[in-house]
């Protein structure tokens, strides 16, 4: 099964708009990172916990889409 938290998602650095990627994951558990270019320190904040919830509406989508996909080559 595809695990979303481990894909990569691209974002700007807030101080100098250099662009990175961080882990899905890293957001769910609002970690710290910090920018490649400029070293800042960035605080990734779910608000409301709203990616943490849509993360497991999609990962329960890919699970129902797994098991219709298994039933049809049953």
Do not use: G
Request: some cysteine.
């Amino acid at each position: 099964m595809i695990n979303l938290l481990n894909s990569w998602m691209p974002i700007n650095c807030p101080a100098c708009n250099f662009s990175f990627e961080v882990m899905l994951r890293d957001i769910r558990l609002e970690e710290i990172c910090y920018c490649h270019n400029c070293k800042k320190s960035i605080k990734l904040i779910d608000n409301n916990a709203s990616f943490h919830t849509e993360i497991n509406q999609a990962n329960e989508a890919l699970k129902s889409l797994e098991i219709a996909i298994k039933k049809m080559f049953k």
